[in-house]
Every structure is written in structure tokens, then in C-alpha cells.
């Protein structure tokens, strides 16, 4: 199993850090910028279409919560499970950074910011 390291190439567009994941920790995910089979997610393709690293990057919507790709039902749906408070994810990124918000996710060893 991989250990938790700071790697801004793990900040998923939607601001979840693939580092601390599970699924990426046992080698079964490649992070969500590797993963070819997240074609479904909607924030994913927007990021890639216009070029974001993450949906920090988007300078359309102010709040994250106001867009209706960050805020689709799937996004949802994975927010619930994750207990996942994804905007305060982008707004971190904003705020310190890919970088720092990769130390700062990798230091507590967790995916997401809880709601």
C-alpha cells in the first residue's frame, strides 16, 4: 500500500485529494486527472474542456456551489456518502493553493474536508 504524500498531481478537478483514497492508496485508482473511466463526471470533463487543473481555476462562477456541474446529482450523491464538503475544498485551493492544499490534505491524511 502507497503512504499519503503531498502531490498536486492528486487534487482531483473537484477538489478531492486522490491521495488519501483508498482505492488510489491499494494501486486500483490511478487519480482522478489518470482516470479514464471517469468519463461520466461532469466536473471532470468541464475542467479538461477549458483547460483547469481544478475547479479553483474557473473565474465563470464565484461560488462553486452555484455551478451546476460542481453541484449535479452525482456530485451530490458522492458528497453524501464521502460526507464530503467539496467547496470548501475549492475555496482552500483558492485560498492556499494546489500545493498547500495538498500538503494540508496529505499532513491529515484525508480525502476530503467534512462537512
Request: aromatic share 8%; proline share 0%; net charge positive.
Given at each position: 500500500m502507497k503512504d499519503v504524500v503531498a502531490d498536486i498531481n492528486l487534487v482531483g478537478y473537484c477538489?478531492?485529494?486522490c491521495g488519501a483514497c483508498g482505492s488510489y492508496l491499494r494501486?486500483?485508482?490511478?487519480?482522478?486527472?489518470?482516470?479514464?473511466?471517469?468519463?461520466?463526471?461532469?466536473?471532470r470533463a468541464c475542467c479538461r474542456e477549458k483547460?483547469?487543473?481544478?475547479c479553483a481555476d474557473c473565474k465563470t462562477v464565484a461560488d462553486p456551489a452555484e455551478c451546476g456541474k460542481f453541484n449535479n446529482f452525482m456530485?451530490?450523491?458522492?458528497?453524501?456518502v464521502l460526507r464530503s464538503d467539496r467547496r470548501a475544498c475549492?475555496?482552500?485551493?483558492?485560498?492556499?493553493?494546489?500545493?498547500?492544499?495538498a500538503d494540508?490534505?496529505?499532513l491529515h491524511k484525508r480525502q476530503t474536508i467534512r462537512r
Open positions: 477538489g478531492l485529494y494501486e486500483r485508482c490511478r487519480g482522478c486527472h489518470e482516470n479514464e473511466k471517469a468519463s461520466w463526471c461532469k466536473v483547460g483547469y487543473l481544478s456530485s451530490k450523491a458522492i458528497g453524501f475549492i475555496l482552500q485551493i483558492r485560498d492556499r493553493g494546489l500545493q498547500g492544499h494540508d490534505m496529505a
